[in-house]
């Protein structure tokens, strides 16, 4: 599994310093411009997997630039442009501190915390006599405060976000209208591929003239949650689990093999025949939220096609 992206350490003409997030490593480049590089790091309750897996950057890039393009009639964002797969180009803003997310459907941690007994997820009721994957009378937004790298996010309620001035209530407003008219067209975006959209999350800035934008991934396997639609309810009837397009799968094969990123758990051996199943099951996801034909990048040496990517269009900006 060499050909895997999972660290970069570039010097772009202009850069100013670099922050790695869990998934992707964003360089600050002068003139308020940022260059995000999607690795191939896997991430999952909240713990990076020691091995990359193939394309998985591509993909999520791909489609996380593909979905900004298809929403920037109602929000409005920080891409630029997208110079190699790997990359996004945009411009520089100051990310609120919070992660918002929204769920249609009791899925998820949302389920896990309804198990055990509680009906109310940050802040917000959750009603009586729901079974896990059933649909909410209406979408709940449940934020989360973001976590460095390594760490956990924590649930957090719109009252305590307020409270501890996290953001400004007038921000706020903003950040839950574009929340949901994001997971309104997101939801029929999915809808035409034949899947419901059944929870995901979004993060926004602001640009340094002040403007509220959508940045970071949007609408991917690792942001988002997704069932098939053909059958749904035929299987919610029957009590049986849902046909997901998520990363959940990894979640569960965790699960299974002992580990939920709890203190004292082993991290179970991914190997290179699991990792290959997983690279499948991504494109796969892929292809289904896309609708489109997933075509392979060049890999043979990611490091030096995403440099001179950048660089040629760094020339020519």
């Known amino acids: ?24 490593e964003v360089y600050s480049l002068e003139n308020n411009v940022l260059a995000m590089i999607a690795t191939d790091r896997l991430s999952a309750f909240d713990v990076v997997m020691p091995k990359g897996i193939p394309y998985k950057g591509q993909i999520l890039n791909q489609i996380a630039t593909k979905m900004m393009d298809d929403t920037k009639d109602i929000v409005p964002n920080w891409l630029m442009a997208t110079p190699d797969p790997n990359v996004a180009v945009g411009h520089a803003c100051n990310p609120f501190k919070v992660e918002m997310v929204i769920r249609g459907y009791m899925s998820g941690h949302a389920a896990r915390e309804y198990k055990a007994g509680r009906r109310l997820l940050c802040g917000v009721p959750m009603p009586e006599g729901m079974k896990e994957n059933d649909k ?22 719109r009252e305590d976000i307020l409270k501890r001035g996290i953001v400004s209530e007038a921000d706020y407003v903003v950040l839950e209208k574009y929340t949901r008219a994001l997971f309104a067209r997101g939801s029929e975006i999915a809808a035409s591929r034949g899947l419901i959209l059944v929870d995901t999350k979004y993060e926004f800035g602001k640009t340094m003239d002040g403007k509220i934008v959508l940045i970071d991934e949007i609408h991917t396997p690792d942001s988002s949650r997704y069932f098939y639609a053909d059958g749904y309810q035929e299987r919610q009837d029957r009590g049986e689990a849902q046909k997901q397009l998520s990363k959940e799968f990894v ?20 190997t290179d025949e699991y990792i290959e ?5 991504y494109i796969e996801l892929y292809e289904n939220i896309t609708g489109e034909t997933f075509i392979k990048a060049d890999i043979s040496n990611i490091q030096e096609r995403i440099e001179q990517n950048v660089l040629d269009y760094l020339k020519k900006d």
């Open 251 to 270: 979640r569960q094969w965790l699960i299974s093999n002992g580990f939920q990123g709890l203190e004292g758990q082993t991290l179970p051996e991914m």
């Open 1 to 24: 599994m060499s050909h895997t992206i999972t660290d970069t350490n570039f010097n772009f003409p202009g850069q100013k310093s670099v922050y790695k997030g869990k998934v992707r």
């Open 136 to 157: 909410f009378p209406e979408p709940i937004i449940t934020p989360a405060t973001k976590a460095e790298m390594g760490d956990h996010d924590e649930d957090i309620s």
């Open 277 to 281: 199943t997983v690279s499948d099951r």
